[in-house]
């Protein structure tokens, strides 16, 4: 079973980086699309980045492209999210998910993801 677990989170000025790492202690998510959400405080939980078990296709928000990239390594049962020019309204609790390639939803819908971290927080201050 799928077990994951963030870390990577913490405090930054606004300009700067952080980079998040999701480890998969069940070993098995080699064949999942893996997926980044956040959720700030009083606002609904949205879709960050993903990327399919090959690695060969990412997808991302329109309000992190071009500054964040997800990547994984399937090999160490890990998936990262890089995160540059950070900004305050970047601030929340970043988790990873798991979706099966057979989920009848889109990589960009929390709701096909059946596997989730307990999060990690992202505080952004200017």
């Known amino acids: 079973q799928v077990q994951l677990v963030e870390s990577g989170g913490g405090l930054v000025q606004a300009g700067g980086s952080l980079r998040l790492s999701c480890a998969d202690s069940?070993?098995?998510?080699?064949?999942?699309?893996m997926g980044w959400f956040r959720q700030a405080p009083g606002k609904e939980r949205e879709f960050v980045a993903a990327?399919?078990?090959?690695?060969?296709?990412?997808y991302y928000a329109d309000a992190v492209k071009g500054r964040f990239t997800i990547s994984r390594d399937n090999a160490k049962y890990m998936v990262y999210l890089q995160m540059n020019s950070l900004k305050p309204e970047d601030t929340a609790v970043y988790s990873c998910?798991?979706?099966?390639?057979?989920?009848?939803?889109?990589?960009?819908?929390?709701?096909?993801?059946?596997?989730w971290g307990q999060g990690t927080q992202v505080t952004v201050f200017s």
């Open positions: 069940g070993r098995t998510f080699s064949s999942y699309t």
């Open positions: 990327i399919t078990w090959s690695g060969s296709n990412t």
């Open positions: 998910a798991a979706k099966k390639g057979s989920s009848v939803y889109s990589n960009f819908e929390a709701r096909g993801y059946v596997y």
